[in-house]
C-alpha cells in the first residue's frame, strides 16, 4: 500500500502561481511513478503530469509550458509548480502512484485525497 498526502491547494488569481506538493509513504515496491490527476466539476478526471523514478516525465498538452512536475527521492515528494493558471484549472488535483505505462492516461493504483485549486478570473 502508498499512503499520499498533498499540500499546496488554495484560491489564486488567473496568471499567478501555486506549487502542489505530494508526500509518499508505505511500500514502493509496486510502483515507479507518481502523477498529478484533476477533476473539475462535471469533468472526468484527467492526467496533468508524471514522473517515472528514473526521470521520465509526461505533461498534458494543457499543461506544457506553464506546469512542471519534479521530485525529491530523498523525501519521497513530488512537486507540480503551475504557473500562469487560468480559470480553466480550477479543479481538485489529486496525487497519485502506480506504474509508469501508457495506462497512466486513464488512472493509476492509488491516491490522494485530493486539494482544491480555485483560478479566479
Known amino acids: 500500500q502508498v499512503q499520499l498526502v498533498e499540500s499546496g491547494g488554495g484560491l489564486v488569481q488567473a496568471g499567478g502561481s501555486l506549487r502542489l506538493s505530494c508526500a509518499a509513504s508505505g511500500d514502493f515496491s509496486s510502483i515507479n511513478a507518481l502523477g498529478w490527476y484533476r477533476q473539475a466539476p462535471g469533468k472526468q478526471r484527467e492526467l496533468v503530469a508524471a514522473?517515472?523514478?528514473?526521470?521520465?516525465?509526461y505533461l498534458a498538452d494543457s499543461a506544457k509550458g506553464r506546469f512542471t512536475i519534479s521530485g525529491d527521492k530523498a523525501k519521497n515528494t513530488v512537486y507540480l509548480q503551475m504557473n500562469t493558471l487560468k480559470p480553466e484549472d480550477t479543479a481538485v488535483y489529486y496525487c497519485?502512484?502506480?506504474?509508469?505505462?501508457?495506462?497512466?492516461?486513464?488512472?493509476?493504483?492509488?491516491y490522494g485525497k485530493g486539494t482544491l485549486v480555485t483560478v479566479s478570473p
Open positions: 514522473i517515472r523514478s528514473g526521470g521520465n516525465t
Open positions: 497519485a502512484a502506480g506504474h509508469y505505462s501508457p495506462s497512466i492516461i486513464t488512472g493509476m493504483d492509488y
